[in-house]
């Protein structure tokens, strides 16, 4: 799934919306976005509780997963508001990538260290999740294009982190909240972030691979 191409068609969405707010510092939005991602980040933590016997804290996991999807709305809608109202620069998209970080810190970190997940498990999916940014923002740090390729962009981290939680509460609802495979019991919570893990990294190295094939043809192109 790659969703980050398709972000034009969220346009509709954002655009009337953008046009209310073009009075609004694009940063103000920022911030909300960044606080909606650590109280996202609070509720899937303590929805862990739900695994200690305490069955209201399974209904967090429904909350977290509007959160992210909400976090994730305020996140693209500063950007169309800096453009409609010709902020846009180089300090609010720096602000930008600084705050996104901290968010999949905050989203991502509050299943890693609940009690839904192995905490190595969460380890390598925050390491997934932060190397694959990391990658893109780094090519266009050395003056190549902004990297959105891979299996894993924001968007899909963002749809993932959504529709998981609330596949977990169905599931758990039906019987299925967790099964066993090679002996070894996961839940839902756990395949988001085993993809996260895996796919993560692979992204990251892609879109090393990527760049540095994209570098050495400038540098053909120079001889």
Same mark, same amino acid.
């Given at each position: 799934m790659v969703l980050d191409g398709q972000r034009a068609r969220a346009d509709f969405a954002l655009t009337p919306v953008a046009k209310r707010l073009i009075n609004v510092n694009p940063n103000m939005i920022s911030w909300v976005g960044l606080i909606l991602a650590l109280v996202c980040g609070l509720l899937f933590y303590f929805s862990g509780y739900y695994?200690?016997?305490?069955?209201?804290?399974?209904?967090?996991?429904?909350? *977290?997963?509007? +959160?992210?999807?909400?976090?994730?709305?305020?996140?693209?809608l500063d950007g169309k508001v800096a453009k409609l109202a010709g902020?846009? *620069?180089?300090?609010?998209?720096?602000?930008?990538?600084?705050?996104d970080r901290y968010a999949d810190v905050f989203m991502i970190g509050g299943v890693a260290f609940s009690a839904w997940c192995d905490p190595y498990l969460g380890m390598f999916a925050l390491i997934g999740v932060l190397l694959t940014s990391y990658m893109g923002t780094q090519a266009q740090a050395i003056g190549a %294009? =902004?990297?959105?390729? *891979?299996?894993? *962009?924001?968007?899909? =981290?963002?749809?993932?982190?959504?529709?998981? %939680? !609330?596949?977990?509460?169905?599931m758990m609802a039906v019987g299925y909240g967790s099964f066993t495979v090679f002996g070894i019991e !996961?839940?839902?919570?756990? !395949? +988001? +972030?085993?993809?996260?893990a895996v796919v993560g990294n692979l992204t990251a190295i892609q879109r090393g691979i990527i760049t540095w094939r994209n570098l050495c043809r400038e540098d053909d192109s120079k001889e």
């Open positions: 695994l200690d016997g305490r069955e209201e804290f399974k209904w967090l996991l429904l909350l *977290g997963g509007i +959160m992210v999807l909400v976090s994730g709305y305020f996140d693209a902020k846009a *620069g180089r300090k609010g998209d720096y602000l930008d990538h600084v705050f %294009p =902004r990297l959105y390729a *891979g299996l894993l *962009g924001r968007a899909d =981290r963002v749809v993932l982190s959504t529709l998981f %939680p !609330i596949i977990q509460l169905v !996961i839940n839902w919570l756990e !395949i +988001m +972030m085993l993809w996260f």
